[in-house]
C-alpha cells in the first residue's frame, strides 16, 4: 500500500485526512509542530481505522533543515514515500500597516517556504518510484483575498503558482502535483466566532453552510489515488460554490 506523509495532521483538516488515508489502508506519518499529544490520538485512530503502519514525527517547518529532515524521516521510518500531503499551516492575522516583519516572514516561512523544502525532498523520492502525488492544501482566500491577512492570502496564493509550475516540471516521471483550496470548513476556529460573522461567511456560500473537514479529506484521498492519474497542476476548491471560476 501507498506510504504518505501528511503535515499538520495533529488536528483539524490535517488529521481528517490522515484519517481518510487510514481508512484507505495507507502508511502514515503523522506529522505535528507542538502538540505530540493530538498527534499520538491521531495516530492511534489511524491504526484503527486500518492503516498499515502509522508514525509520529514533530518538526518545526519554519525552519528548513527540520522541513526536509522531516521528509527523510518519514522515508526512512515507512521504507518510502510515495504521498506528500503539505497541509501544515499559521495564521498570524492583523491589517497590513500594523503587520509586523515577523508576522510576514513566520507566516511565509511556515506557509509557503516549508513547502518548497517538503516537495523538493519527497520528488526526489518519486522520481526514483516513477510514481508519486504531492497535493498542497491552499485556501479559497488564496484565490479571492481577505481582509487582515495579507501574509496567509500571500503564502496560499503563492501554492497555487508553486503547485502549477511544479506539475509541469514532473509530469512526465508519473507524478502528479495538484491543489486542495478549501473554503469555510467547520473548526476550532471557526467554532470561536461569532454567530453574526458566521451568518455572513454563510451569505457567501451557496450551499449554504459550513463544510466539513471530511469532505476536504476525500478531494484529497482522491487526488492521491490511481484515478487521478491525469489530473494534475489543478486547484480543486472544496468550498460549497462560492469561489467563482
Not at 483539524?12 to 502538540?35: P, T
Not at 516521471?173 to 455572513?200: Q, Y
Amino acid at each position: 500500500m501507498r506510504k504518505a506523509l501528511v503535515t499538520g495532521s495533529s488536528r483539524g483538516i490535517g488529521k481528517a485526512i490522515a484519517l481518510e488515508l487510514a481508512r484507505r489502508g495507507y502508511a502514515l506519518a503523522v506529522h505535528y509542530a507542538g502538540n505530540q499529544a493530538s498527534a499520538e490520538a491521531t495516530a492511534a485512530e489511524a491504526r484503527e481505522l486500518g492503516a498499515s503502519q502509522v508514525v509520529v514525527l514533530g518538526a518545526d517547518l519554519s525552519s528548513p533543515q527540520a522541513a526536509q529532515k522531516l521528509v527523510a524521516d518519514a522515508n526512512m521510518a515507512l521504507g518510502g514515500l510515495e504521498v506528500l500531503v503539505n497541509n501544515a499551516g499559521i495564521t498570524r492575522d492583523t491589517l497590513l500597516i500594523r503587520m509586523k516583519d515577523e508576522d510576514w516572514d513566520t507566516v511565509i516561512a511556515t506557509n509557503l517556504s516549508a513547502i518548497f523544502h517538503t516537495t523538493r525532498e519527497a520528488i526526489k523520492l518519486m522520481m526514483r518510484a516513477k510514481w508519486g502525488r504531492v497535493i498542497n492544501i491552499s485556501s479559497v482566500v488564496g484565490i479571492l483575498g481577505n481582509p487582515g491577512q495579507a501574509n496567509y492570502v500571500a503564502a496560499k496564493a503563492g501554492l497555487i503558482g508553486f503547485t502549477k509550475s511544479v506539475a509541469k516540471e514532473y509530469a512526465t516521471r508519473g507524478i502528479t502535483v495538484n491543489a486542495v483550496a478549501p473554503g469555510f470548513i467547520e473548526s476550532d476556529m471557526t467554532a470561536k466566532l461569532p454567530e453574526n460573522v458566521v451568518a455572513e461567511y454563510l451569505k457567501q456560500i451557496p450551499a449554504g453552510r459550513l463544510g466539513q473537514p471530511e469532505e476536504v479529506a476525500k478531494a484529497v484521498a482522491f487526488l492521491a489515488s490511481d484515478d487521478a492519474a491525469y489530473i494534475n497542476g489543478q486547484t480543486l476548491c472544496v468550498d460549497g460554490g462560492m469561489t467563482p471560476h
